[in-house]
């Protein structure tokens, strides 16, 4: 197979000896005698410069099957598929882990929603990662599900191929035809063409390019992962995304069918929306989790360990990220928690506190307080108990509760502590006012049964 493709790189000239342009096509600029770039058959010729009237078209296109998808909801079967946003949202992992579930014939991403047209043909150009990083991200993806079968998934990795140069333009034609790929993959456009960031005029040479691969080749389809000209907003857990329409300068989304913005939400997780399709509604946003079994690396970040599988599940917007969002409250108040040590009133802080601590979008936080409140990770103070602590008499303040498993004690029977901000006091005598009462122990707070930890063992009380 390493020689399917091939063709003459001496039958075309570099550039135009009279205008300089690699892409001219001015046939009084080539000198006698010197090589001519490739023009197309004589029947493509003819196909393209075709007259006929409405009735002689509808004639000939009667038969025709009807337009379907090739990954149901994303990809159509004839038609461009544009996947953008910030660089590291996972478009490549996201399009790779999709080709080769769409090559091997399932569900893409394991999701029945998202059912394939059996026996598609891959060519993936990219330019974005070396062969060693495409290849480590094959064999993730494949550890745990079989690869498409030979035949079905051609890739070419880093072969500084360009729109803008004629003999690249041939060379990606005749791989396209002689592989007789259904889907053609470009990751990402931008490293391409340098007129991925201009507005439809200036977009038409390329344009020109993508339409020609569908008129003379079986390859109907195109998916362009496209990284996003600058982010929308300096905070990237902002849980806003970037528009198609807002995709570099226009050119791209003007061509687009089926556009699709994704934003990362965690290191293995990814949000997508499908958006401004051109022959439906828009469908249902996603999120797509990389499992994997987790390892950490040198700096105890976590990394992909020795497989990965994609796996979409479909979210209602709002709660698009909800999980991180959840993650992102814990992790501060774990934070706060061990920041401030016996210190109890650092523990405690407000909504807006939050907020700003688990950097959430303004009005988010208050959701998800209650649903930790109600799953017994979160207790709140109010009125007397946030006075105690130095707050607004009417301030409602919110701390980890001592049922969050990272805050009990290491014995059976002797982690907890009371719910209410109590024992103020480094002796463990003060206890909330709604606790108080004559003679109470030291050790025991009467608002429980629980025993309360000594203050070198106690992590919350």
């Known amino acids: 197979m390493a020689n399917l493709v091939a063709f003459d790189k001496d039958a075309y000239i570099d550039a135009c000896p009279v205008c300089g342009s690699d892409s001219c096509e001015n046939p009084a600029h080539v000198p006698p005698g010197s090589p001519t770039r490739k023009s197309s058959s004589p029947e493509k010729e003819e196909t393209r410069y075709r007259i006929e009237d409405l009735h002689a078209f509808a004639e000939r296109l009667k038969n025709a099957p009807e337009i379907g998808m090739l990954i149901a909801g994303l990809v159509p079967e004839e038609g461009i598929a544009l996947w953008h946003g910030q660089p590291r949202d996972f478009k490549s992992l996201g399009a790779m882990a999709a080709t080769l579930d769409l090559t091997s014939d ?14 598609a043909i891959v060519a993936y150009f990219t330019e974005e990662d070396s062969e060693r990083l495409f290849y480590a991200r094959y064999r993730w993806l494949t550890a745990r599900q079989s690869p498409p079968a030979r035949g079905r998934f051609f890739p070419f990795i880093r072969r500084a191929l360009t729109f803008d140069s004629q003999l690249d333009r041939d060379f990606i034609l005749s791989a396209i035809d002689k592989t007789h790929s259904t889907l053609a993959v470009f990751d990402p456009l931008r490293s391409y063409t340098s007129l991925c960031d201009k507005g439809p005029a200036d977009f038409s040479p390329v344009i020109r390019f993508l339409r020609q691969i569908q008129n003379e ?6 998916l362009i992962p496209h990284h996003d000209v600058k982010p929308i907003l300096a905070n990237t857990r902002n849980p806003e995304r970037t528009r198609s329409q807002n995709a570099s300068g226009g050119g791209i989304f003007s061509i687009a069918d089926c556009p699709a913005s994704f934003r990362k939400i965690a290191w293995n997780r990814v949000a997508i929306f499908p958006e401004d399709y051109k022959m439906s509604g828009d469908p249902k ?6 499992e994997t079994d987790e390892r950490r690396n040198e700096n105890g970040a976590p990394c992909f360990g020795s497989w990965v599988r994609a796996v979409a599940k479909t979210k209602d917007e709002r709660d698009i990220g909800a999980d991180a969002d959840r993650d ?10 061990d920041d401030a040590g016996d210190h109890l009133p650092g523990r405690w802080v407000t909504t807006r506190e939050v907020e700003q601590g688990a950097r959430l979008r303004n009005g988010t936080a208050g959701r998800i307080l209650e649903q930790l409140r109600a799953a017994g990770l979160v207790a709140y103070a109010e009125k007397a108990e946030a006075k105690a602590l130095g707050r607004n008499l009417n301030a409602r303040l919110c701390s980890l509760s001592p049922a969050c498993p990272e805050l009990v004690g290491d014995r059976p029977g002797e982690g907890g502590g009371c719910l209410s901000p109590v024992h103020i006091g480094t002796d463990n005598t ?3 006012p709604k606790h108080q009462e004559k003679g109470a122990s030291p050790e025991v707070c009467p608002g429980q049964t629980e025993r309360i930890l000594p203050a070198k063992e106690r992590s919350v009380c």
């Open 285 to 290: 946003p996603f999120e797509v989790t990389f």
């Open 328 to 337: 992102h409250v814990l992790d501060y108040l774990r934070k706060l928690a």
């Open 106 to 119: 399932r569900n893409v991403f394991g999701n029945p929603r998202f059912k394939v047209k059996p026996g």
């Open 217 to 222: 080749t079986a390859c109907k389809a195109i």
């Open 430 to 432: 003060q206890h909330s």
